[in-house]
């Protein structure tokens, strides 16, 4: 969803649980641990996007850093939890990393949704030296996309990747990027009843084509899934919002399954406006598998899916038991269960805005708020 949208949903959740109690016996299915709070001295603050996995590693970013220029970081986190800053976004270098890394032979490549030479936005290359490489700096509308959230797909050498907005129309664009710096608008969104704004939406590539998702556009104006052949010619394959119990707002890069994929949307349903897990096929055909809201479920998933072993571990911002949010597992088939409920305040995250990582017999997330200095956490879950 846009920038704005998602900031003050998050501000509306500070309010809700700066009082929560910090435990209490809690039914949880899962064991989880705070790993690491951001925000202390020399820290990052605010991890947005999901973690990544290098070697037995894990690597993320954060939207801010830990002083003037207050740009973001780069950071790398063990599995027991220690962590150390490893670069410091200062706007000439891009400014706000939002989408997770992509790891090409050590190296790591990622956007930022401002900064760069332009102030729009940046494709950038932390190189195995540990020096920050601009490949490509955005120049916005008409000509170029502007304010990359998502992360990169790499298709035979070439990388893919949208922006939340910019190009021929202002609704955003996807864009490919070679390993040079080469830079070519493959698509403008916000024509006529396309997609618009794929906000957090990254690209997968399935069956030879690349699918993705907008947060808006399509022929209701709430989101939209679409393919995209690797030359550029985008169909548009599901609007979303066009019926009552459908999602609104799909949020999180797809994951394919048995040629089928699978995704989330941060609102709809037809449950309160909690959000969906949906699929759908390659022809476009989608069916909602699950409505959040009811009861202690999770609310507004917001990250993509992980697929372990057939079985797919997301997150939501809110809901659970503590209206923090969750971790929850579901089945391909629809079948759902609510593993962990954040507790919030000082002593637990709160707010997962992002997707999970798996790593050994765990997985990996962080949450954008809680923690010690309530700038967010880095977790992990044991099923």
């Known amino acids: 969803m846009p920038q704005f949208t998602v ?21 949880q299915s899962a064991k989880e641990v705070m790993l690491h709070s951001f925000g202390g001295p020399g820290d990052g603050s605010y991890p947005g996007s999901a973690l990544i996995n290098a070697s037995g590693t894990l690597y993320g970013v954060t939207i801010e850093g830990p002083a003037k220029p207050n740009d973001g970081t780069l950071f790398s986190l063990t599995p027991d939890g220690s962590e150390a800053v490893s670069n410091k976004f200062t706007g000439s270098n891009g400014s706000g990393p939002q989408g997770s890394l992509l790891d090409v032979n050590g190296a790591f490549l990622g956007t930022t949704v401002g900064g760069g030479t332009y102030s729009d936005g940046t494709v950038y290359k932390r190189l195995t030296n540990g020096r920050i490489k601009i490949l ?7 000509s170029d996309g502007n304010g990359p959230t998502s992360a990169l797909v790499e298709v035979n050498g070439v990388f893919y990747g949208t922006t939340s907005s910019g190009g021929e129309y202002n609704g955003g664009t996807v864009f490919s990027i070679t390993a040079s710096g080469s830079e070519t608008i493959l698509h403008s969104f916000g024509n006529a009843t396309d997609g ?31 393919s995209m052949t690797l030359g550029g010619t985008e ?13 609104v707002a799909p949020d999180g890069t797809l994951i394919a399954y048995k040629g089928t994929l699978y995704g989330t949307t941060v609102a709809g349903g037809a449950f309160n406006n909690y959000g969906i897990v949906y699929k759908i096929t390659p022809s476009g055909v989608e069916t909602v598998i699950h409505s959040f809201g009811q009861g202690e479920d999770g609310e507004n998933p917001n990250g993509a899916l992980l697929n372990v072993g057939g079985t797919f571990y997301g997150t939501t911002q809110s809901g659970g038991q503590n209206k923090g949010g969750a971790v929850y597992k579901i089945s391909p088939s629809g079948n759902e269960k609510v ?9 637990d995250g709160y707010d997962p805005e992002a997707g999970l990582v798996q790593l050994g017999g765990s997985l990996y997330g962080t949450t954008y708020f809680g923690g010690t200095y309530l700038s967010g956490t880095a977790f992990s879950i044991t099923p």
């Open 7 to 27: 900031r003050l949903y998050s501000l509306l959740i500070v309010a809700g649980v700066s009082g929560w109690a910090s435990g209490g016996a809690q039914a």
């Open 339 to 347: 593993l962990y409920s954040f507790l919030g305040g000082r002593t």
């Open 196 to 226: 618009s704004n794929p906000y957090g939406d990254g690209l997968v590539y399935f069956g030879g084509a690349l699918y993705g998702t907008t947060d808006s556009g399509g022929t209701a104006g709430e989101g939209a899934v679409f």
């Open 136 to 142: 490509h700096s955005f120049a916005g509308s008409p």
């Open 235 to 247: 169909t548009l394959l599901h609007s979303f919002g066009v019926s009552v119990a459908d999602g």
